[in-house]
């Protein structure tokens, strides 16, 4: 094998390597009588499962959860360009807020979407049925600040 050849092909392993690394762990099937709820942000921020009925998460994930009422919360990090202090238009911040839903009638079966977005400074969001995509509650801030 030749120096090329060999430079070429280490070099599409570690490719391969370092795109498995991103793309996202797959999720076990819904069992049957549950519900799951899957998060999503706006490109280049991140959300991540907080507290379930007022109980911390053990995971950035939402685990599945029983049919009913419940009060889901995230921590939603997010940038914010410029601010006080600012060096220039392309220095940043970044801001953390925790959202809340509160939702009665989690269906067994379905799945949901808690969705969370940048406006600004703040932050909004919601809480949709994944299938048609229709909003059925919406999130509120608890609250916000630079380094929650």
């Keep these: 094998m030749s120096h090329m050849t060999y430079l070429l ?12 690394a991103c793309s996202p762990v797959p999720q076990k099937p819904l069992e049957s009588g549950m519900v799951r709820v899957n998060l999503a942000a706006d490109v280049g921020n991140d959300v991540k499962a907080y507290r ?4 911390l998460t053990q995971s950035i994930r ?34 953390t807020c925790v959202m809340e839903v509160d939702y009665d009638n989690f269906t067994a079966g379905m799945q949901y979407l808690f969705k969370v977005e940048r406006r ?4 909004a969001g919601g809480l949709y049925d994944q299938q048609t995509q229709e909003k059925v509650a919406t999130a509120e801030e608890v609250r916000c600040g630079p380094g929650m």
Excluded: C, K, M
């Excluded at 379930?52 to 109980?55: L, R």
């Design 52 to 55: 379930v009925d007022g109980e």
């Design 9 to 20: 092909n280490a070099s599409l392993v570690a490719l391969a390597l370092a795109t498995s």
């Design 62 to 95: 939402f685990g599945d959860i029983s049919p009913g009422t419940h009060n889901l919360q995230v921590r939603y990090h997010f940038e914010v360009p410029g601010g006080a202090g600012s060096g220039g238009l392309f220095d940043a911040n970044f801001r």
């Design 120 to 123: 600004g400074w703040r932050s």
